[in-house]
């Protein structure tokens, strides 16, 4: 709870497993009208969807109806791609994410409009050029899960919906689980607490924008749900052991293995885990195989720069071994405590430097206005450029400027600030030299 105040996270719902017991569900904060959130309250899991996309296919493979390592096009053999290297793509790239396709050449987060069914996602394929062949590099790209969702639909002869619910969530109990196909479905539910981001470490109630989601992030869960789900991976109810085995294990090109992140510390503990990002919506979920540790959470606030949601669970798993949880120093009110000083202190510091300046008696030579004009400008390209600095940083992701918004609302408009001040400083600078001569 002192997590979520100093981060302002108004809502969130939390399951942990020890052994084989759901140990604790519980849900934190209250919806917009005053309803309490239980540990039976639907959130979006985001990304936390892709280990059951990868294993419904998975089942498919133990009944011998897919191959991990047949081309992905050989299931569509009406699809024709202009790039031939898209029919080496196998259904093991794809579960890996090393199917060669990237945001770069696939938009996904940043498509306008976006698909609206697996069917016309599948298309893409048709055009799309790759951006490595085929199982040489890993880049996180949520599409791949799409022709996942859309594999288990053409070999099963039922939506992805459908299959999810009567081989997955039904033989494990997950009654208050199901799947949607956009995220307009979740916002039109009554049942689902509305999203937010932070702007200024304030929580701001908002839409989570239209995003296809059907395969990678469609899923919405409780904690008590979730509770069966990391349950089931300590045993082999739904898939067979040696299957499972592969279901846990990392991928030839790091540690995204089959919807998860599978990880040995230096002891051989195996773990496995997985984050789910939406703009008004976190997840996040670590499974400890060995200790039989689980912990799923899932919060009505979205991914923010300087909220750091894996350290709920890692101070939930470090009580639970005995250990002191500590609230970090780098936390949302500490952070935005700095955003607001340096806001107020650029306007301040630009208006003194204007004042100073035109009451300056020193002239202003042509070198050094060239050599202000650089220095001054760079915020400005900054904040132009932070789609492709983020998509840097993000190791490939393609974030739009909805995302970018709501994830660093504050550093925004501190970049917005400082680059007017700037500009201003500049405008007044040329209006000086130019008047000396």
Request: aromatic share 10%.
């Amino acid at each position: 709870m002192n997590n979520m105040k100093v981060n302002h996270i108004s809502g969130a719902s939390l399951a942990i497993t020890l052994n084989e017991n759901v140990f604790y569900t519980r849900g934190y904060g209250v919806f917009s009208d005053g309803r309490t959130i239980t540990g039976s309250t639907p959130f979006p899991i985001a990304s936390l969807s892709k280990s059951f996309t990868a294993l419904a296919v998975l089942q498919l493979v133990e009944q011998g109806l897919v191959e991990l390592d047949a081309p992905y096009a050989s299931y569509f053999p009406d699809l024709l791609p202009e790039d031939e290297r898209v029919r080496d793509i196998t259904i093991r790239h794809l579960l890996n994410q090393t199917s060669g396709l990237t945001d770069k050449v696939e938009p996904d987060m940043t498509r306008s409009p976006q698909y609206q069914s697996l069917e016309e996602m599948n298309r893409s394929l048709i055009a799309v050029k790759l951006a490595n062949d085929p199982g040489k590099a890993y880049s996180y790209h949520n599409p791949n899960y799409q022709y996942l969702a859309l594999l288990v639909e053409k070999v099963s002869g039922q939506s992805f919906s459908v299959y999810l619910k009567k081989n997955v969530f039904d033989p494990l109990g997950m009654k208050h689980t199901f799947n949607v196909s956009s995220t307009q479905q979740i916002i039109e539910n009554p049942a689902i607490p509305r999203g937010h981001y932070l702007w200024f470490g304030y929580p701001v109630s908002k839409a989570e924008p239209s995003w296809f989601i059907d395969g990678p992030a469609g899923i919405v869960s409780t904690a008590e749900d979730m509770a069966k789900w990391m349950l089931a991976q300590y045993h082999s109810r739904l898939l067979a052991p040696e299957l499972m085995e592969q279901f846990h294990t990392a991928g030839q090109r790091g540690p995204y293995g089959m919807g998860w992140l599978a990880e040995e510390d230096e002891q051989g503990g195996r773990t496995i885990s997985h984050s789910g990002i939406f703009w008004t919506y976190k997840a996040e979920e670590t499974i400890d195989l060995d200790q039989q540790l689980g912990v799923a959470i899932m919060f009505d606030s979205g991914l923010n720069a300087f909220v750091n949601y894996s350290a709920f669970v890692d101070g939930i798993a470090r009580i639970l071994k005995g250990e002191k949880a500590e609230t970090s120093v780098f936390n949302s009110r500490s952070m935005e405590t700095v955003m607001v000083v340096l806001v107020i202190g650029t306007v301040l510091w630009g208006g003194i430097a204007i004042i100073r300046m035109y009451r300056s008696k020193k002239s202003i030579t042509a070198g050094k206005l060239i050599i202000s004009s650089v220095g001054r400008l760079l915020p400005a390209l900054i904040l132009l450029s932070l789609p492709q600095l983020a998509a840097f940083i993000g190791a490939g992701r393609v974030l739009p400027w909805i995302g970018l918004w709501t994830t660093m609302s504050s550093l925004i408009i501190w970049l917005a600030v400082l680059s007017l001040v700037n500009i201003t400083n500049l405008v007044c600078r040329y209006r000086l030299f130019f008047r000396t001569r």
